[in-house]
Protein backbone atom coordinates (compact mmCIF):
# COMPACT_ATOMS: atom_id res chain seq x y z
CA UNK A 1 0.00 0.00 0.00
CA UNK A 2 1.12 3.76 -1.04
CA UNK A 3 1.80 5.39 2.38
CA UNK A 4 1.44 8.85 0.69
CA UNK A 5 -1.59 7.56 -1.13
CA UNK A 6 -3.36 6.64 2.34
CA UNK A 7 -1.91 10.08 3.88
CA UNK A 8 -3.76 11.83 1.32
CA UNK A 9 -6.46 9.55 2.21
CA UNK A 10 -7.05 10.54 5.72
CA UNK A 11 -6.23 14.46 4.88
CA UNK A 12 -9.13 14.08 2.82
CA UNK A 13 -11.81 12.00 4.93
CA UNK A 14 -10.50 13.96 7.57
CA UNK A 15 -11.63 17.71 6.56
CA UNK A 16 -14.58 16.09 4.16
CA UNK A 17 -13.65 17.22 1.48
CA UNK A 18 -11.32 17.34 -1.68
CA UNK A 19 -11.30 21.22 -2.01
CA UNK A 20 -11.01 21.95 2.13
CA UNK A 21 -7.82 19.23 2.43
CA UNK A 22 -6.30 21.04 -0.63
CA UNK A 23 -6.74 24.80 1.12
CA UNK A 24 -5.72 23.10 4.32
CA UNK A 25 -2.66 21.52 2.90
CA UNK A 26 -1.74 23.95 0.33
CA UNK A 27 -1.69 21.79 -2.15
CA UNK A 28 -3.67 21.50 -6.12
CA UNK A 29 -7.30 19.61 -5.43
CA UNK A 30 -6.42 17.74 -8.52
CA UNK A 31 -3.12 16.10 -6.97
CA UNK A 32 -5.14 14.77 -3.90
CA UNK A 33 -8.21 13.62 -6.17
CA UNK A 34 -5.77 11.62 -8.33
CA UNK A 35 -4.16 9.91 -5.13
CA UNK A 36 -7.26 9.15 -3.67
CA UNK A 37 -8.23 7.26 -7.09
CA UNK A 38 -4.93 5.23 -7.11
CA UNK A 39 -5.62 4.23 -3.65
CA UNK A 40 -8.68 2.95 -4.48
CA UNK A 41 -7.42 1.71 -7.38
CA UNK A 42 -5.03 -0.23 -5.93
CA UNK A 43 -7.40 -1.92 -3.36
CA UNK A 44 -10.31 -2.57 -5.78
CA UNK A 45 -12.18 -0.49 -3.44
CA UNK A 46 -14.17 2.50 -3.53
CA UNK A 47 -13.93 4.92 -0.32
CA UNK A 48 -15.96 7.34 -1.03
CA UNK A 49 -19.08 7.77 -2.68
CA UNK A 50 -18.85 11.20 -4.77
CA UNK A 51 -22.07 13.25 -5.42
CA UNK A 52 -22.33 16.52 -6.81
CA UNK A 53 -21.39 18.79 -3.53
CA UNK A 54 -21.34 16.16 -1.44
CA UNK A 55 -18.16 13.58 -0.16
CA UNK A 56 -18.93 11.03 1.74
CA UNK A 57 -17.16 7.98 3.42
CA UNK A 58 -18.00 4.69 2.33
CA UNK A 59 -18.20 1.93 4.60
CA UNK A 60 -15.18 0.54 4.05
CA UNK A 61 -13.93 3.95 3.78
CA UNK A 62 -14.84 4.61 7.01
CA UNK A 63 -13.14 1.15 8.54
CA UNK A 64 -9.84 2.45 6.39
CA UNK A 65 -10.22 5.93 7.97
CA UNK A 66 -10.76 4.51 11.94
CA UNK A 67 -7.71 2.05 12.02
CA UNK A 68 -5.08 4.04 9.96
CA UNK A 69 -5.47 7.13 11.46
CA UNK A 70 -4.02 7.05 14.53
CA UNK A 71 -1.31 4.73 12.73
CA UNK A 72 0.05 7.52 10.34
CA UNK A 73 -0.22 10.46 13.42
CA UNK A 74 2.14 8.12 14.99
CA UNK A 75 4.48 7.93 12.01
CA UNK A 76 4.16 12.09 12.03
CA UNK A 77 4.74 12.55 15.54
CA UNK A 78 7.54 9.91 15.62
CA UNK A 79 9.67 11.38 12.30
CA UNK A 80 8.99 14.98 14.33
CA UNK A 81 10.64 13.48 17.24
CA UNK A 82 13.69 12.53 15.72
CA UNK A 83 14.12 15.73 13.57
CA UNK A 84 13.95 17.52 16.60
CA UNK A 85 16.80 15.26 18.16
CA UNK A 86 14.56 13.79 20.86
CA UNK A 87 12.66 11.48 21.78
CA UNK A 88 10.03 13.32 24.47
CA UNK A 89 6.56 12.06 24.79
CA UNK A 90 4.29 14.10 22.83
CA UNK A 91 0.56 13.68 21.06
CA UNK A 92 -2.59 12.16 22.32
CA UNK A 93 -2.90 9.41 24.76
CA UNK A 94 -5.92 7.87 25.31
CA UNK A 95 -6.87 5.78 28.54
CA UNK A 96 -10.32 3.93 29.76
CA UNK A 97 -10.09 3.48 33.66
CA UNK A 98 -12.41 1.84 35.84
CA UNK A 99 -14.90 3.77 37.56
CA UNK A 100 -13.09 3.60 41.60
CA UNK A 101 -9.99 4.01 40.21
CA UNK A 102 -10.50 7.16 38.75
CA UNK A 103 -12.52 8.90 41.58
CA UNK A 104 -9.37 8.04 44.22
CA UNK A 105 -6.47 8.52 41.98
CA UNK A 106 -6.63 9.17 38.42
CA UNK A 107 -6.65 13.07 38.87
CA UNK A 108 -3.62 12.92 40.79
CA UNK A 109 -2.06 10.92 38.26
CA UNK A 110 -2.93 12.69 35.16
CA UNK A 111 -1.39 15.86 36.64
CA UNK A 112 1.82 14.80 37.57
CA UNK A 113 2.19 12.80 34.27
CA UNK A 114 1.44 16.28 32.44
CA UNK A 115 3.90 18.00 34.44
CA UNK A 116 6.44 15.72 33.70
CA UNK A 117 5.26 15.55 29.79
CA UNK A 118 3.84 18.76 28.94
CA UNK A 119 3.53 17.75 25.27
CA UNK A 120 1.15 14.88 25.69
CA UNK A 121 -1.94 15.30 25.31
CA UNK A 122 -4.01 12.86 27.61
CA UNK A 123 -7.68 11.87 27.58
CA UNK A 124 -8.92 9.03 29.99
CA UNK A 125 -12.27 7.86 29.97
CA UNK A 126 -13.89 6.41 32.93
CA UNK A 127 -15.80 2.84 32.35
CA UNK A 128 -16.22 -0.44 33.90
CA UNK A 129 -17.49 -2.40 30.46
CA UNK A 130 -15.06 -4.35 28.65
CA UNK A 131 -14.01 -1.80 25.63
CA UNK A 132 -12.23 -2.56 22.42
CA UNK A 133 -8.97 -1.17 22.26
CA UNK A 134 -8.43 -0.99 18.50
CA UNK A 135 -11.81 0.21 17.29
CA UNK A 136 -12.32 2.98 20.10
CA UNK A 137 -8.68 3.96 20.22
CA UNK A 138 -7.36 2.96 23.61
CA UNK A 139 -3.88 3.38 23.72
CA UNK A 140 -4.03 1.86 27.18
CA UNK A 141 -7.05 0.26 29.61
CA UNK A 142 -6.66 -0.30 33.65
CA UNK A 143 -8.93 -2.88 34.63
CA UNK A 144 -10.12 -4.93 37.79
CA UNK A 145 -9.36 -8.86 37.50
CA UNK A 146 -9.64 -9.01 34.08
CA UNK A 147 -10.70 -11.60 31.68
CA UNK A 148 -7.39 -13.81 30.08
CA UNK A 149 -7.25 -11.56 26.35
CA UNK A 150 -4.88 -13.15 23.97
CA UNK A 151 -4.88 -9.54 22.22
CA UNK A 152 -3.92 -7.68 25.34
CA UNK A 153 -0.51 -7.92 27.31
CA UNK A 154 0.44 -5.95 30.33
CA UNK A 155 1.14 -6.58 34.17
CA UNK A 156 -0.30 -5.96 37.92
CA UNK A 157 0.37 -2.45 39.38
CA UNK A 158 -1.96 -2.65 42.20
CA UNK A 159 -3.30 -5.31 44.78
CA UNK A 160 -6.40 -5.19 46.98
CA UNK A 161 -9.33 -7.01 49.02
CA UNK A 162 -11.94 -6.15 50.74
CA UNK A 163 -12.72 -6.15 54.19
CA UNK A 164 -15.56 -5.29 56.46
CA UNK A 165 -16.04 -2.23 57.94
CA UNK A 166 -18.82 -0.59 60.17
CA UNK A 167 -19.49 2.75 62.37
CA UNK A 168 -17.87 2.11 66.18
CA UNK A 169 -21.38 2.18 67.47
CA UNK A 170 -22.26 -0.60 65.81
CA UNK A 171 -21.82 -3.76 67.38
CA UNK A 172 -20.07 -6.76 65.65
CA UNK A 173 -22.42 -9.78 65.57
CA UNK A 174 -21.25 -13.34 64.55
CA UNK A 175 -24.01 -15.09 66.02
CA UNK A 176 -27.72 -15.47 64.86
CA UNK A 177 -28.58 -11.80 65.55
CA UNK A 178 -28.98 -10.11 61.48
CA UNK A 179 -26.57 -7.43 60.98
CA UNK A 180 -28.10 -4.56 58.69
CA UNK A 181 -25.52 -3.89 55.47
CA UNK A 182 -25.17 -1.13 52.51
CA UNK A 183 -23.98 -2.86 49.65
CA UNK A 184 -22.93 -2.10 45.97
CA UNK A 185 -24.93 -3.27 43.76
CA UNK A 186 -27.86 -2.49 41.23
CA UNK A 187 -30.72 -1.09 42.11
CA UNK A 188 -33.49 -3.26 43.42
CA UNK A 189 -30.53 -5.38 45.56
CA UNK A 190 -31.83 -3.56 48.99
CA UNK A 191 -33.99 -5.52 50.75
CA UNK A 192 -33.42 -9.15 49.05
CA UNK A 193 -33.22 -12.10 51.86
CA UNK A 194 -30.97 -11.99 54.38
CA UNK A 195 -27.55 -13.92 53.93
CA UNK A 196 -24.17 -14.38 55.30
CA UNK A 197 -20.75 -12.89 54.58
CA UNK A 198 -17.43 -15.05 55.44
CA UNK A 199 -15.11 -13.39 56.78
CA UNK A 200 -11.30 -13.90 58.37
CA UNK A 201 -10.35 -12.17 61.47
CA UNK A 202 -7.50 -12.78 63.97
CA UNK A 203 -9.39 -15.12 66.08
CA UNK A 204 -10.11 -17.13 62.69
CA UNK A 205 -12.73 -17.81 60.60
CA UNK A 206 -16.25 -16.47 61.07
CA UNK A 207 -19.67 -15.79 59.20
CA UNK A 208 -21.80 -12.66 59.73
CA UNK A 209 -25.51 -12.95 58.65
CA UNK A 210 -26.61 -9.89 56.99
CA UNK A 211 -29.48 -7.84 55.79
CA UNK A 212 -29.21 -5.61 53.10
CA UNK A 213 -30.88 -2.00 53.75
CA UNK A 214 -29.26 -0.27 51.30
CA UNK A 215 -27.62 -1.09 47.84
CA UNK A 216 -25.41 1.96 46.08
CA UNK A 217 -23.85 1.78 42.48
CA UNK A 218 -20.46 3.04 43.70
CA UNK A 219 -17.90 2.26 46.21
CA UNK A 220 -17.82 6.47 47.50
CA UNK A 221 -21.37 6.20 48.21
CA UNK A 222 -21.24 3.41 50.69
CA UNK A 223 -18.45 4.49 52.57
CA UNK A 224 -20.45 7.42 53.02
CA UNK A 225 -23.38 5.44 54.18
CA UNK A 226 -21.73 3.56 56.33
CA UNK A 227 -19.87 6.41 58.21
CA UNK A 228 -23.10 7.81 58.80
CA UNK A 229 -23.72 4.70 60.91
CA UNK A 230 -26.52 2.97 58.94
CA UNK A 231 -24.82 -0.80 58.18
CA UNK A 232 -21.34 -2.34 57.39
CA UNK A 233 -19.88 -2.29 54.46
CA UNK A 234 -17.09 -4.72 52.18
CA UNK A 235 -14.95 -2.01 50.73
CA UNK A 236 -11.54 -2.17 49.20
CA UNK A 237 -8.57 -2.01 51.56
CA UNK A 238 -7.25 1.02 49.72
CA UNK A 239 -10.77 3.10 50.41
CA UNK A 240 -11.41 1.91 53.76
CA UNK A 241 -7.47 2.81 55.10
CA UNK A 242 -8.09 6.47 56.12
CA UNK A 243 -10.79 6.08 57.92
CA UNK A 244 -9.76 3.43 59.73
CA UNK A 245 -6.30 4.84 60.86
CA UNK A 246 -8.44 8.09 61.87
CA UNK A 247 -11.33 5.58 64.13
CA UNK A 248 -14.65 6.90 61.68
CA UNK A 249 -14.72 3.18 61.17
CA UNK A 250 -13.20 -0.03 62.68
CA UNK A 251 -12.48 -3.34 60.62
CA UNK A 252 -14.38 -6.39 61.59
CA UNK A 253 -12.41 -8.84 58.96
CA UNK A 254 -11.36 -9.49 55.50
CA UNK A 255 -13.53 -11.04 52.99
CA UNK A 256 -12.58 -14.35 51.89
CA UNK A 257 -12.04 -14.67 48.06
CA UNK A 258 -11.72 -10.93 47.99
CA UNK A 259 -8.52 -10.59 46.73
CA UNK A 260 -8.60 -8.03 43.47
CA UNK A 261 -5.49 -7.10 40.84
CA UNK A 262 -5.25 -3.73 38.80
CA UNK A 263 -3.91 -4.42 35.59
CA UNK A 264 -2.73 -2.05 32.66
CA UNK A 265 -2.88 -3.72 29.48
CA UNK A 266 -2.30 -2.72 25.87
CA UNK A 267 -2.66 -4.81 22.50
CA UNK A 268 0.25 -7.28 21.93
CA UNK A 269 0.67 -6.26 18.05
CA UNK A 270 1.51 -2.42 18.83
CA UNK A 271 5.29 -1.29 19.95
CA UNK A 272 5.17 0.61 22.86
CA UNK A 273 4.86 4.36 21.96
CA UNK A 274 7.04 7.16 24.07
CA UNK A 275 3.79 8.05 25.59
CA UNK A 276 2.53 4.69 26.66
CA UNK A 277 5.76 3.86 27.76
CA UNK A 278 6.11 6.54 30.26
CA UNK A 279 2.87 6.45 31.75
CA UNK A 280 3.79 2.93 32.60
CA UNK A 281 7.19 4.19 33.96
CA UNK A 282 4.68 6.61 35.58
CA UNK A 283 2.19 4.03 37.45
CA UNK A 284 5.34 2.16 38.81
CA UNK A 285 7.00 5.43 40.41
CA UNK A 286 3.37 6.46 41.74
CA UNK A 287 3.02 2.94 43.36
CA UNK A 288 6.02 0.64 43.82
CA UNK A 289 4.86 -1.54 45.99
CA UNK A 290 1.34 -2.17 44.81
CA UNK A 291 -0.29 -2.11 48.05
CA UNK A 292 -3.45 -0.91 49.36
CA UNK A 293 -2.10 1.03 51.98
CA UNK A 294 0.09 2.47 49.55
CA UNK A 295 -2.52 3.30 47.28
CA UNK A 296 -4.85 5.00 50.39
CA UNK A 297 -1.17 7.05 50.92
CA UNK A 298 -1.27 8.41 47.44
CA UNK A 299 -4.79 9.52 47.34
CA UNK A 300 -4.67 11.04 51.05
CA UNK A 301 -1.12 12.63 50.36
Known amino acids: MDLLALADFNLVARHGGFGK ?13 RRVAELEASLDLRLFERGARTLKLTAEGQALFERTGALLTELDETAKAIASGGHSPRGRLRISAPLLFSQTAIGKLAAGFLRKYPEVRLEIVTEDRAVDMVEEAYDLVI ?13 VFLRDRLVVVASPDLPFSTGKDTVPVVIRGSPGQAGTKPGSWEIATPAGPSS ?14 VRDAVRMGVGAARLPLSLASPDLAAGRLVRWGDVVGSETELWVLYPTRRLLNARVSAFLEHLKSAFPQGTPEELAAYVEG
Open 21 to 33: AARAAGRPKATLS
Open 143 to 155: RVNPDPDAGLVGR
Open 208 to 221: IAVEPILSLSSFVM
